[in-house]
């Protein structure tokens, strides 16, 4: 077990390493980020902050050595040069991030578990697109295998024609159909050091542009009906990686059943409803399972509940809290972009 003043280490330094953070402050932990970009939300509320590049083994070597555990916020950090970190201060495991860091890996992975992804085709050279394309139909969707997040690295295909000129990157590309969903939902579960799992009652997602837009719940009859069988899977998914922490597993609602869009092994964007919302959020249960501490209860607090993300221009912040039922959580970041999330709302209702 891991006790409260003990370091934990967060590789990225991200919005999801800062509630994290917080979190294992209540705790009495106190944390140090790692990460390559010198503006971290996660370091300023964090008590040491190493800024160096994901492939220097003496930073990462020097960073474990002040930490008890080290975790991710950020599922794209390279797995090779984190043999710079005793393996059993890890968690969860490499093995992990090496499943999601790729989109052919994590399908096969999850097929091999009895999951069903959309329809694919593995792209890893140019004249195999059209061939693909062909094989799987159209609509569909052309996404890098490797660095895609929030939407980026993805085309869709209205017709074969389109995908004439397209360059395949030397990762690969996947190609999918496009599923016709009724609703896109996630797993969230926890999973402790003695394999006890939880999990968080399954959101409805929509999705704008790609980006996470909001999580509602209760989510709709058609994705309650189809959770059993996603957990089901999600749980088959933490148990064959030897799982520590929290894992989310997103699912398209389909009327053939649950279809696995991707999985993150990490607090998720999903889940931060989570902190208002039930009895112990995301981030509480991730550090308590990572310092091997019991886990706490995951149940929803309210019959109700709204989490909206607040992306590129920050609406008034008064304006925003003169609802008293708004939970506002802003990120710290100094600069509003296009498509970048600043912070979220949640509502109790
Ligand atoms: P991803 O980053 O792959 O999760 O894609 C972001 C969002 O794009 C998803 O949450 C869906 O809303 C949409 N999307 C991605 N892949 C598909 C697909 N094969 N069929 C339908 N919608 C998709």
Same mark, same amino acid.
């Given at each position: 077990?891991?006790?409260?003043?003990? !370091?934990?280490?967060? #590789?990225?330094?991200?919005?999801?390493?800062?509630? #994290?953070?917080?979190?294992?402050?209540?705790?009495?932990?106190?944390?140090?980020?790692?990460?390559?970009?010198?503006?971290?939300?996660?370091?300023?509320?964090?008590?040491? $902050?190493?800024?160096?590049?994901?492939?220097?083994?003496?930073?990462?070597?020097?960073?474990?050595?002040?930490?008890?555990?080290?975790?991710?916020?950020?599922?794209?950090?390279?797995?090779?040069?984190?043999?710079?970190?005793?393996?059993?201060?890890?968690?969860?495991?490499?093995?992990? #991030?090496?499943?999601?860091?790729?989109?052919?890996?994590?399908?096969?992975?999850?097929?091999?578990?009895?999951?069903?992804?959309?329809?694919?085709?593995?792209?890893?050279?140019?004249?195999?697109?059209?061939?693909?394309?062909?094989? %799987?139909?159209?609509?569909?969707?052309?996404?890098?295998?490797?660095?895609?997040?929030?939407?980026?690295?993805?085309?869709?295909?209205?017709?074969?024609?389109?995908?004439?000129?397209?360059?395949?990157?030397?990762?690969?590309?996947?190609?999918?159909?496009?599923?016709?969903?009724?609703? +896109? $939902?996630?797993?969230?579960?926890?999973?402790?050091?003695?394999?006890? %799992?939880?999990?968080?009652?399954?959101?409805?997602?929509?999705?704008?542009?790609?980006?996470?837009?909001?999580? !509602?719940?209760?989510?709709?009859?058609?994705?309650?009906?189809?959770?059993?069988?996603?957990?089901?899977?999600?749980?088959?998914?933490?148990?064959?990686?030897?799982?520590?922490?929290?894992?989310?597993?997103?699912?398209?609602?389909?009327?053939?059943?649950?279809?696995?869009?991707?999985?993150?092994?990490?607090?998720?964007?999903?889940?931060?409803? !989570?902190?208002?919302?039930?009895?112990?959020?995301?981030? +509480?249960?991730?550090?308590?399972? *990572?310092?091997?501490?019991?886990?706490?209860?995951?149940?929803?607090?309210?019959?109700?509940?709204?989490?909206?993300? #607040? *992306?590129?221009?920050?609406?008034?912040?008064?304006?925003?809290?003169?609802?008293?039922?708004?939970?506002?959580?802003?990120?710290?970041?100094?600069?509003?972009?296009?498509?970048?999330?600043?912070?979220?709302?949640?509502?109790?209702?």
């Amino acid at each position: 077990m891991i006790l409260p003043g003990s !370091t934990i280490g967060i #590789l990225g330094g991200g919005q999801l390493g800062r509630m #994290l953070a917080v979190a294992a402050a209540q705790l009495g932990y106190r944390c140090h980020v790692y990460s390559p970009e010198k503006d971290s939300v996660a370091a300023e509320v964090s008590a040491k $902050f190493t800024c160096a590049e994901w492939h220097d083994r003496a930073a990462l070597s020097a960073f474990a050595q002040d930490c008890a555990v080290v975790t991710y916020e950020f599922e794209n950090v390279p797995v090779a040069p984190l043999a710079a970190i005793p393996v059993e201060l890890l968690a969860p495991g490499t093995r992990a #991030l090496e499943v999601a860091q790729d989109r052919l890996s994590e399908k096969r992975f999850v097929e091999d578990l009895g999951g069903r992804p959309a329809p694919y085709a593995a792209v890893d050279a140019d004249e195999e697109l059209q061939a693909a394309v062909e094989r %799987v139909g159209v609509p569909g969707i052309l996404k890098t295998r490797r660095d895609g997040y929030d939407g980026k690295g993805q085309w869709r295909l209205a017709s074969p024609s389109e995908a004439a000129g397209v360059r395949v990157p030397g990762d690969g590309l996947v190609y999918e159909g496009l599923v016709r969903f009724e609703a +896109e $939902f996630s797993v969230i579960l926890v999973r402790g050091r003695d394999g006890a %799992v939880r999990f968080w009652d399954s959101p409805h997602n929509v999705h704008a542009g790609g980006i996470l837009a909001s999580s !509602t719940l209760p989510a709709p009859a058609i994705v309650a009906q189809q959770v059993p069988a996603a957990r089901k899977l999600a749980q088959a998914i933490a148990e064959a990686l030897g799982y520590v922490g929290v894992l989310t597993v997103e699912f398209f609602a389909t009327a053939q059943g649950p279809v696995f869009n991707e999985m993150a092994p990490r607090v998720h964007n999903s889940g931060h409803w !989570t902190i208002e919302g039930a009895l112990t959020s995301q981030f +509480e249960n991730h550090v308590r399972a *990572i310092c091997g501490l019991p886990l706490g209860d995951t149940a929803t607090v309210a019959g109700r509940v709204e989490m909206a993300n #607040l *992306i590129g221009d920050v609406p008034h912040v008064a304006e925003l809290l003169s609802d008293p039922a708004a939970h506002l959580h802003l990120y710290g970041k100094g600069e509003a972009r296009e498509g970048r999330k600043m912070g979220h709302v949640t509502r109790l209702g």
